[in-house]
């Protein structure tokens, strides 16, 4: 802001000198300047720029936890056979082979890439591993050395003409976990390096199990963080990985510590007294069994309950996110309509809806004694029981089997791309080059854009026209106006 300070002090002077103090204007008018100046403006410059410090920062920190979020929700890669791969110079890639549940397989330490230069080594490593495992998808982390490797992956899946795919991963946050506590605890016999390979490969998997171990300052997808006032960053992430974690619920009896006390209701002590309980008596067959757990009193289930998943329980409904609570309204729902449990289990109530419209919903609901919101909520959950919402609301990620260079990019090409991060001024997204291409938000839409998070979303798959190519500082501009 530029301060015409003469006409401030112009202003000041008229609501106090007039003419019954006209012989000590000049004492006046100096004090009203020596004031202005130094106590004054100061003061006044001091709270604007404080409130406008404290409204980027809440906009940061907001940014932040919506890129957070998205990036928790990304839909998981089921039943894939994967190998993590940690590329680097020097120190080698590391290599992690994990099963389709996420379970440890084998690892291994190739060089090929400078200074030792030993492709065709790494090459008979690689082969071998995809052969042995049937590896459906290699996960390659994107940092240093991700295009060379990248571009390893790809020649390796031409030579052997497999069906095999890559796709290349955020691994913000793979070294900070690999030398934590909780690595140390879940791969004890592990070398540390090959822990952060195995996070990278299980982050495709299931992008929120294998995040929420890493503090999600760490994961690298906001702006300004350096800048933004900690405490503030991490009570509103750590609430939306909470939020995160709670819409998607977790399967009670694979859940991890990290999941567990994620969950509300769950402290960190009763998370790690649910492992312990696990651990003794095996499975847990229903959700009332949680009222055997140490420390976990009848508050605490009923704040929890409701968030957990058994696949194979005893009762059907312990699959769904109806809470327990609700068990005996839903039972009755069930046989107004001519179903019972043993059809939900088995996914036979296809035509559930048919029957509701047919009685009518206002009805039903009237004669439970409950909302239509909350009935819906029920119907909704025993539909599908054991959904994942991020199955449902997400896109699947990209992937591919050649790589592109900037120099194969040509202007007015149009690309499919993943959004890795959204920032105020646009999105960076991944087309397959070494460096993320920028879409300003005024190529984000014919319309103005405000917020570029009312287009775009972390992992959203968009198709991208290439307006501007620097070969120099190696930067791609995109459009998203096609």
């Known amino acids: 802001l530029e301060i015409d300070n003469d006409?401030?002090?112009?202003?000041?002077?008229?609501?106090?000198?007039?003419?019954?103090?006209?012989?000590?204007?000049?004492?006046?008018?100096?004090?009203?300047?020596?004031?202005?100046?130094?106590?004054?403006?100061?003061?006044?410059e001091r709270e604007v720029r404080s409130y406008l410090t404290e409204q980027a920062q809440e906009r940061a920190i907001n940014v932040f936890g919506e890129n957070i979020k998205n990036l928790l929700l990304q839909p998981p890669l089921k039943g894939k056979v994967v190998m993590g791969f940690d590329p680097g110079y020097v120190n080698g890639c590391k290599i992690a082979v994990v099963d389709d549940n996420g379970k440890f397989l084998d690892e291994a330490i190739i060089y090929p890439h400078k200074p030792q230069c030993k492709e065709e080594q790494a090459k008979k490593s690689l082969k071998k591993l995809i052969e042995k495992y049937n590896i459906d998808v290699i996960a390659i982390g994107n940092g240093t050395a991700s295009r060379e490797s990248e571009k390893l992956i790809s020649e390796l899946i031409k030579e052997m003409g497999v069906k095999t795919q890559y796709i290349i991963v955020n691994e913000a946050g793979a070294s900070i976990y690999s030398a934590s506590e909780l690595a140390a605890e879940e791969h004890p016999d592990i070398n540390v390096s090959i822990r952060g390979a195995i996070s990278i490969g299980r982050r495709l998997q299931d992008p929120l199990a294998e995040l929420v171990k890493i503090d999600p300052e760490s994961i690298g997808v906001g702006q300004y963080q350096h800048d933004l006032n900690k405490k503030r960053l991490k009570e509103v992430l750590d609430g939306v990985v909470e939020d995160s974690v709670n819409r998607v619920g977790l399967d009670l009896n694979t859940a991890s510590y990290s999941l567990l006390e994620r969950i509300s209701g769950i402290s960190k002590s009763v998370a790690k007294n649910i492992i312990s309980y696990r651990e003794e008596n095996g499975s847990f067959t229903s959700r009332a069994e949680l009222k055997k757990v140490k420390r976990l009193g009848p508050q605490a289930f009923i704040q929890c309950a409701g968030f957990m998943?058994?696949?194979?329980?005893?009762?059907?409904?312990?699959?769904?996110?109806?809470?327990?609570?609700?068990?005996?309204?839903?039972?009755?729902?069930?046989?107004?309509?001519?179903?019972?449990?043993?059809?939900?289990?088995?996914?036979?109530?296809?035509?559930?809806?048919?029957?509701?419209?047919?009685?009518?919903?206002?009805?039903?609901?009237?004669?439970?004694?409950?909302?239509?919101?909350?009935?819906?909520?029920?119907?909704?959950?025993?539909?599908?029981?054991?959904?994942?919402?991020?199955?449902?609301?997400?896109?699947?990620?990209?992937?591919?089997?050649?790589?592109?260079?900037?120099?194969?990019?040509?202007?007015?090409?149009?690309?499919?791309?993943?959004?890795?991060?959204?920032?105020?001024?646009?999105?960076?997204?991944?087309?397959?080059?070494?460096?993320?291409?920028?879409?300003?938000?005024?190529?984000?839409?014919?319309?103005?854009?405000?917020?570029?998070?009312?287009?775009?979303?972390?992992?959203?798959?968009?198709?991208?026209?290439?307006?501007?190519?620097?070969?120099?500082?190696?930067?791609?501009?995109?459009?998203m106006k096609i």
């Open 7 to 44: 006409r401030n002090l112009g202003y000041i002077e008229r609501q106090y000198v007039n003419k019954n103090n006209l012989k000590n204007k000049e004492i006046i008018t100096s004090s009203i300047e020596d004031s202005y100046k130094r106590l004054i403006f100061p003061s006044i």
């Open 309 to 479: 998943r058994i696949s194979d329980g005893k009762n059907p409904l312990d699959n769904t996110g109806v809470h327990p609570e609700s068990y005996d309204i839903c039972k009755k729902m069930l046989d107004m309509i001519g179903f019972s449990l043993e059809d939900v289990k088995n996914k036979n109530i296809s035509d559930i809806d048919d029957r509701v419209e047919k009685i009518g919903i206002k009805k039903i609901s009237e004669d439970l004694g409950i909302g239509e919101l909350t009935l819906k909520d029920i119907i909704l959950e025993i539909k599908k029981p054991g959904r994942d919402p991020r199955e449902e609301d997400g896109i699947k990620p990209i992937l591919r089997t050649d790589v592109l260079k900037i120099e194969d990019i040509k202007e007015g090409m149009i690309l499919k791309g993943t959004v890795r991060n959204v920032v105020d001024f646009g999105v960076f997204v991944d087309i397959g080059i070494k460096n993320d291409g920028l879409v300003h938000k005024s190529q984000m839409s014919n319309k103005f854009v405000k917020d570029p998070m009312e287009i775009a979303s972390v992992g959203d798959i968009v198709d991208v026209k290439v307006i501007g190519i620097d070969l120099d500082k190696q930067r791609v501009s995109l459009s």
